[in-house]
């Protein structure tokens, strides 16, 4: 029998036409939602819907959406990693922002020349990302300190290292903003001309974020560790009994976790902005979250959602432009979201209820030729 | 199994097109592109009635009962006054990305909006490289130094108001200890401390200054939490502070209810705060506000706009310039307020000059 956590999180599978009832109807579940909410606020949904259609299929935007998309999509990877095993790694967003800061500041410096600057950088964020989220890891596995705990606290511990690192050591003020030296040209990671007639290229750590996603399957679902992972979500002593090292992989995942959260600022630093300043972009790691939900832990599904998701963050201007206020955008995220989870548990019912009647029809059936015979 | 799970990735890819399907069901044949629309560049020639003005906000937003409310004032006495066309209001949202900062300068611009004006220092970057796309259109930003052709940067002297609040925070202290409280640690936030500090150890010198910022960044939600802002501020009353300047956007309010329920005095900070609709309960506990006038800077910048005189690079408002000050709404600081001017013309002439850091 699968629990509701199994049910959300994607390990339990639905076949058939079920699989494609679910998001249709959490699609209509959402749009309804969102359009009484337009309706209530005075607002038209028709025109709403149609002023995002239209500005969301223009190339600028296009191009804006799969940048902003790279970065939800590895915070959302690194979520789903922790989650596939029953480990809620709430800290992503304190993991990648500290790593942006020491990549940042590393990266700044210049110690190296071009390339080699992107790796050493890249590597410096894996790192810190991984060391930041192991402490949550080894803390639940020495002490049973849960790790949603724990990594709630090393998120704002990581807010103020990174502020005190800026302040003291990478910080260099400009006019009002204070940031780390910028990354100089030649360690940029360049675009990719995608979307055409776009004014910007998009990121290029969208090849990093596709292979990512692979990487990310295989791993879960062609080897020995990923199958490990696997088992101990599903269930622990199972786990245990056919010699899984619990603890070891408690660590290990925690460690992946981190290592994916560091480079899910990567794409902004080393593809955007070349610095870290008090602009940074915070959040990504409960976007990620929130993506990793929508998208059941399937590096497909999260691909839809992180798209979905940062359509959704960059129609706010295009909504105010129409004088709906842009908390609109918040308010269907969380509707989206909401009604992913209803729909797919509404189905698991469903097919759980059907299930059990097909069995007890069956059990039914053979005895009535019989009590017709007697 | 593995037919399950490829039956599951096409639903999920169908469940992505299904809903940009049914957002775009809405209609399109209707051309009417209401996002870019039809761009008329340069308005500018057909007097003052064509004048869209664009402006973008930085976090909080109009109803922040401060900084950004302060940018909306300007502007609606300018349109009022200046009898200027519809303008176009948009705002930031938490935790966005430059490039979403410049594609929202990006789509004023694009959509016509001439002149526009952003809010805030978070928009450097991304008006630099929007500036330079649209060599026709006449940008200004507050409170950042960032260079261009057709960029007007309306700067501040955030530290000689935040002086004289400093002055009347010292003489209006009974206890000889005050406090200050930042909604973000960042530079601009260390102006107003370094001003007050100065302004407060002038009066009295031996006078105790607490400091509190409510977040670090990049988390900038102190400039809009509220109840941050009331748990700082109730720690420094329950510490033996009873007056309390606060330059902290949004969470102002929350050091205000930490006030009257201290039965303290508070200091607001951007707008005449006292006088508010906003505050009308806790307008007894403000004696003062730090005055600075984004409101002035930008009705003169687009005064200046319709009159054919922007200037590039930029203008500093100062105390001498008025375009900062302290309020006096409330007459809670009558019997102290020659002694602040005095001070205030003392900046004025140059005699003290105020650290900014």
Known sequence: MSSFLDRLTGRVRLGGWLAVAAPV?????????????LLVAGNDPVEAFRTLADYGSQPPTMALILNTSVGYYISALAVAVGFRMNLFNIGVDGQYRLAAVVAAGLGGAAVLPGVLNIVLTIVCAVVVGALWAAIAGVLKVTRGVSEVISTIMLNAIAT???????????????????????????AHVPGIPLVAGAPQPVNGFIVLAVI???AYYVLLNRTRFGFDLRATGQSETAAVASGVNVRRMVVATMVISGAVAGLSGMPELLGASFKYSNNFPTGLGFTGIAIALLGRNNPVGMAVGALLWAFLDTSSDALQLLNISKEIVQIMQGVIVLSVIVAYELVHRYRIVAEQRRVSRELAAPAEPEGAAA | MLRNRVSKLAAATTAGALLMAAAACGGSDDTKASATGAASQGAGAGGA?????????????RGDGSFNDAAGAGLDKAVADLKLGKAQELEATQGETDAQKEQRLRLLAQGGYNPVIAIGFAYSGPLGKVAKDFPNTKFAIVDDPVEGANISNLLFAEEQGSFLVGVAAALKSTKDNIGFVGGVDVPL???FEAGFEAGAKAAKPSIKIQTKYLSQPPDMSGFGDPAKGKTAAQG???AGADVVYQAAGGSGGGVFDAAKAAGGMAIGVDSDQAALPAYANVKDVIIT???????VAVFDFLKNYVDGTVKAGPTVYDLKAGGVDYSTTGGKVDDIKSKIDDYKQQIIDGKITVPSS
């Open chain 1, 25 to 37: 109807i959490a699609i209509l579940f959402a749009v309804l939602i969102t359009s009484a909410v």
């Open chain 1, 160 to 186: 103020g290292v990174g502020s005190w690192l800026v302040s003291n050591y990478f910080g260099v003020l400009n006019g009002n903003d204070l940031a780390t030296r910028p990354i100089p040209d030649d």
């Open chain 1, 212 to 214: 990512l996603g692979a």
């Open chain 2, 49 to 61: 009635a064509q004048v869209k003005v664009g402006l973008a906000y930085d976090i909080g937003g």
């Open chain 2, 189 to 191: 936030i260390h102006k």
């Open chain 2, 236 to 238: 420094m009353y329950d």
């Open chain 2, 289 to 295: 506000s730090m005055l600075k006038k984004v409101d």
